[in-house]
């Protein structure tokens, strides 16, 4: 996945955040040879201030914004914000992290940054599905057109079958994107000749794939919690208190990802994991809020078997359904009643592409960079792990 620039987000602790950074990254130089416990301290209680700052403000959002487009790029600013920031520790201690028992802390870090990697392909290919979704509106849109001098049966006949094509692809989605199917999972698995001529080529499942056919995003959920658990007192007192910062970002890092999986399509998704919720930290309180919001908002019953929890894929599945019933319903000549719920529906679907078009360009990016982030960072503690750790 190739890095581009993370466009940033409006999120109100943004400023707060950058201005921690920018300070932290003049101090990385100058305190990593003897570094004062003080200032130590005050590092730790400052990085997890901006953790708790930034989760409160997204756990806070209303009903309407919560999983948006808008939300999951304040999301992943979050996360880029809090990496940085943890990196820039990292740094600052490099000796101490190369000590038993942070080393091993750290180590196990790095390597749920790794599996991380395959979630953040898994979340592009679930982007680009919901573009090939978009597409198939627009053709309803086209073929709708008030400008037309007229709307004839061909036109509706377009774009009804515009409106089978997108009910195909997303019920295909939902059958093959759910961890609770009691068949194979795999996009790889044998298709009869009936279920091959559903497949439409604008749909085809090698469509942008980056993981393989057998992985599953809910077995690297779990992979990734698996023993993501408090430190213990005496590893926080042989570190200094530093344990606590890695298991936070670990937290982060995992949750994130949840998010992404929740929201956006992918390949064998589901939500439950078991990881405990940190609830005597201060900076979990969010989490906690987060985790029941977005629980709940899965077990609507409109939301039970979609593809992704996204609130724009929501809006897709209620636009195309209402579409559909109309296109179903149309005699000709038209009455104006119909024509008005015609161009109220148009309007409505309308607004949702627009939407899309600007919003998951965006999110894009910010995966994107989410990747580069995450490679660049492990690969930057990899090496000097390393190289502290290597024979005189």
Known sequence: ??????????????????????????????????????????????????????????????????????????????FICCHEEFRVILLNNKVQVCKPPLERLVAEFFDRCLKALDICNATRDGIEKIRQWEKQLEIVLSAMDSRQRTMGEGQFRRARKALMDLAIAMLDEKETGSIFSHRNRSFGRHQSSKDQRHHLPGHSRSLSWSVSRSWSAAKQLQSIANNLVPPRGNDISATNGLAVPVFAMSYVLMFVLWAL???????????????????????????????????????????????????????????????????????????????????????????????????????????????????????????????VNKPE
């Open 1 to 78: 996945m190739p890095s581009t620039e993370n466009q940033g987000s409006s999120s109100p602790f943004m400023s707060f955040g950058r201005s921690i950074l920018s300070i932290r990254r003049e101090q990385v130089h100058s305190m990593e040879a003897n570094h004062d416990p003080n200032t130590q301290e005050s590092e730790i209680e400052l990085f997890l201030q901006l953790i708790s700052k930034r989760f409160h403000d997204l756990s806070v959002v209303s009903a309407d914004e919560l999983l948006s487009l808008a939300w999951m790029r304040k999301l992943l600013d979050a």
């Open 261 to 387: 999986v929740a929201a956006i399509p992918c390949q064998d998704r589901g939500l439950q994991i078991h990881c405990s919720v940190p609830r005597h930290f201060s900076w979990g309180a969010p989490f906690i809020l987060l985790q029941e919001r977005i629980m709940e908002e899965s077990k609507k019953r409109e939301r039970r078997n979609s593809s992704g929890l996204l609130k724009e894929i929501n809006q897709m599945e209620r636009c195309a359904s209402h579409m559909t019933d109309l296109v179903d319903s149309i005699h000709f000549p038209l009455t104006d009643e119909l024509k008005t719920e015609a161009g109220q529906q148009v309007q409505e679907v309308t607004l949702l592409c627009e939407a899309l078009k600007n919003g998951l360009d965006p999110l894009e990016r910010q995966v994107r960079e989410v990747f580069r982030k995450i490679m660049n960072g492990r690969t930057e503690g990899l090496e000097f792990l390393g190289s």
